[in-house]
């Protein structure tokens, strides 16, 4: 194999050939990144008797106003029943609000309450501190490159919707 395109240990020069190990190494790293970057956030949630689920709806919910439920249900890729159950939760604690369409009367918009956007306020903070810290430790070209492979990962539907979200806010 040519100099330089093994890709020699998990943060080789040349990534154009990947060993089984090194992309098993890549696989932990995501986990253990993952574990880290939820850390925070789960012990808030903890103590509300909350999960991931409810994060995530508070955060695209904080991300878009207004979101209907189909467009959250489409975003978080998840069943009609957990996203009830989910909403239901956070609307009887106070977090959200949920409006009927004007335009459609069947259509159900989403927004946090104030109690809501200080739980992610909370939440996100804490995620951003981490994210902050861990980017400027990579470095710029670091940081495009994770950008590049996290997008890579995505399925094609996915991607679609994040780059919506990224243009629209929506």
Do not use: C, W
Request: glycine residues 10%; aromatic residues 8%; without cysteine.
């Amino acid at each position: 194999m040519p100099e330089g395109r093994s890709g020699q240990g998990f943060g080789g020069e040349s990534l154009l050939f990947l060993t089984d190990e090194q992309l098993r190494q890549g696989i932990e790293a995501v986990f253990f990144a993952y574990r880290g970057f939820t850390a925070d956030p789960d012990r808030i949630l903890a103590e509300m008797a909350y999960g991931r689920a409810h994060h995530r709806a508070i955060h695209f919910i904080n991300r878009a106003p207004g979101t209907t439920v189909n467009n959250l249900l489409t975003i978080l890729g998840v069943t009609k029943q957990s996203l009830n159950r989910v909403l239901r939760t956070l609307i009887e604690d106070g977090l959200v609000e949920s409006r009927v369409g004007t335009a459609d009367k069947r259509e159900r918009h989403l927004y946090l309450t104030e109690k809501g956007v200080a739980l992610e306020t909370a939440l996100s903070d804490a995620q951003r501190a981490r994210m902050r810290s861990a980017y400027k430790e990579a470095g710029p070209e670091a940081v495009q490159g994770f950008k590049k492979v996290l997008e890579a990962m995505m399925d094609a539907d996915m991607r679609r919707v994040y780059a919506k979200l990224r243009e629209t806010g929506s």
